[in-house]
């Protein structure tokens, strides 16, 4: 909905030029050049506002600025000026609002999930949220798994009070033909676990769990992909922490190579997870929920300390420690973030691997606590892994201590 309004407060709220700039100079995010960019759109905008009687902070949101792009296209020559630096224009502004401490609407409303649309389904969720302890994560893609199976058992004029073994072993040919390996192997696990709901309740007479056949997954394959802490070590000084965002990958990267946290881990750190005077930091498992206490190390808390003071924007709309380095300075969400990061100060590093995922200092701390004799019980327990034999991928990287029990190779 479009907002009207002939409050003249909230024309007296406008953020000047002066102001803008010195909120944008602050915040280290915006150059000069694009800054002076920004303030030809903003006028643009304010015209736009003055002509449709808007409330300048009500339209700062992703539904406004494509009504305010659109307004543009229809009485100007879109070649007149870059449309493409409308949206990010109005993203500065509404940072300056936020600054100001101008009430906003969320620039987008937050996704709901769609509801279970059938009955079996929906009590499938409740049984592996409130019984089985499924995150919401792990439980959508459960749903969206058997709401595959449902519309390949539908397309043969099946529902799953019909389901048979064939029909599922079909639909796992399927599912191999356009899935990785790993991803039959997790899809065949979910149609195991649904089944077994269908047997718990009563819904079918017959356990079909028992015979649902997956690609087989060789536990140890092949190598956890791990750096040599020697790399590790040329990460870290590769980082340029003379910039903002450089205090902020220098920061995340070292508690992940300290500490052998996960992506999920450490973009869902908060301000209040820091506790300065007990010194310590909790950290919460993705997977789990579990909460978990870290010591804060002299060395991570001095870097913390230097990104939080002059690297993190302040008047950031989110709690999150690591934020995005430009605006909206919202949350880190996904691991490719990280990876991003990772990637960016590994190629500065001259570092060629051949995994560069987000997990790679996580195993890398964990082959190098191997490798300086941490006990398997204390190194699982602080990895999160419930399975202390889990660690035996770790072992076969940690090359150096292979190297001093290895016994010589008969000639």
Same mark, same amino acid.
């Given at each position: 909905m479009?907002?009207?309004?002939g409050?003249?407060q909230?024309i007296e709220?406008? #953020?000047t %030029?002066r102001?803008?700039?010195?909120v944008?100079?602050a !915040?280290?995010s915006i150059s000069d050049?694009?800054?002076?960019l920004y303030l030809?759109?903003?006028a643009?905008f $304010?015209r736009y506002?003055a002509?449709?009687?808007?409330?300048?902070a009500?339209e700062?949101t992703?539904?406004g600025?494509k009504r305010f792009?659109?307004?543009?296209k229809?009485?100007?020559?879109a070649?007149?000026?870059?449309?493409?630096? &409308?949206?990010?224009?109005?993203?500065?502004l509404r940072?300056v609002? /936020?600054?100001?401490g101008?009430?906003?609407?969320?620039?987008r409303p937050?996704a709901?999930r769609r509801s @279970?649309?059938?009955a079996?389904?929906r009590d499938? *969720?409740?049984?592996?949220?409130?019984?089985r302890?499924n995150p %919401?994560a792990?439980v959508?893609k459960?749903?969206d798994h058997v709401?595959?199976l449902l519309?390949?058992l539908?397309?043969?004029?099946?529902?799953?009070r019909?389901?048979r073994? =064939?029909?599922? %072993?079909?639909?796992?040919?399927?599912?191999?033909y356009?899935?990785?390996?790993a991803?039959?192997?997790?899809?065949?696990c979910?149609?195991?676990s649904f089944c077994r709901?269908l047997l718990?309740s009563?819904?079918?007479?017959?356990d079909?769990a028992v015979?649902?056949?997956s @690609?087989?997954? #060789?536990?140890?394959e092949?190598p956890r $992909? &791990?750096?040599p802490w020697?790399d590790?070590?040329r990460l870290?000084?590769?980082v !340029?922490?003379?910039? *903002?965002?450089?205090?902020r990958?220098?920061a995340l990267?070292l508690?992940?190579?300290?500490?052998?946290?996960?992506?999920? /881990?450490v973009? $869902?750190?908060?301000l209040q !997870?820091? !506790?300065?005077?007990?010194g310590?930091i909790q950290?919460?498992?993705?997977?789990t929920?579990?909460?978990f206490?870290?010591?804060?190390?002299?060395?991570?808390g001095?870097?913390?300390?230097?990104?939080l003071?002059h690297?993190r924007?302040?008047?950031?709309p989110?709690?999150?420690v690591?934020?995005?380095?430009k605006v909206?300075f919202? &949350?880190?969400?996904?691991?490719?973030?990280?990876r991003?990061?990772?990637?960016?100060?590994?190629?500065? &590093?001259?570092?060629?691997?051949a995994y560069?995922?987000?997990?790679?200092l996580r195993?890398?701390?964990? *082959?190098?606590?191997?490798d300086?004799?941490t006990q *398997?019980?204390?190194l699982? /327990?602080?990895?999160?892994?419930?399975d202390s034999?889990s660690l035996?991928?770790?072992v $076969?990287?940690?090359?150096?201590?292979l190297? /001093?029990?290895?016994l =010589?190779v008969?000639?």
């Open positions: 479009v907002t009207r309004s409050n003249l909230h709220r406008q #953020p %030029d102001v803008m700039l010195q944008w100079r !915040d280290r050049i694009v800054a002076q030809q759109w903003i643009r $304010r506002c002509e449709l009687g808007l409330v300048e009500n700062l992703h539904e600025a792009q659109a307004w543009y229809g009485s100007h020559n070649c007149t000026a870059p449309i493409g630096l &409308a949206s990010s224009s109005m993203h500065a940072r609002h /936020e600054v100001m101008t009430p906003m609407p969320p620039w937050p709901s @279970p649309s059938s079996v389904l499938y *969720a409740v049984q592996l949220a409130q019984h302890g %919401d792990t959508h459960k749903l709401s595959k519309e390949h539908a397309a043969s004029g099946k529902s799953w019909q389901m073994l =064939p029909d599922i %072993d079909d639909f796992l040919i399927q599912c191999a356009g899935y990785s390996r991803t039959t192997a997790d899809i065949a979910t149609v195991r709901f718990a009563g819904r079918l007479r017959f079909l015979s649902v056949i @690609p087989v997954q #060789p536990k140890f092949r $992909r &791990a750096w020697e590790v070590q870290l000084r590769a !340029d922490t003379s910039t *903002a965002a450089g205090l990958d220098h990267l508690m992940m190579s300290t500490y052998g946290l996960g992506a999920g /881990e973009i $869902r750190l908060q !997870d820091i !506790d300065w005077t007990a310590t950290v919460v498992r993705p997977k929920g579990v909460n206490v870290l010591p804060l190390l002299p060395a991570v001095k870097v913390l300390a230097s990104y003071r690297g924007p302040p008047h950031t989110t709690r999150h690591f934020v995005q380095a909206p919202g &949350a880190l969400t996904a691991s490719s973030a990280v991003h990061v990772l990637v960016k100060h590994a190629k500065a &590093a001259g570092i060629h691997a560069m995922g987000s997990h790679v195993h890398s701390n964990a *082959a190098r606590q191997v300086v004799g *398997a019980r204390t699982s /327990e602080l990895l999160g892994h419930r034999q035996s991928a770790y $076969r990287i940690a090359t150096q201590t190297r /001093e029990v290895s =010589p008969p000639r």
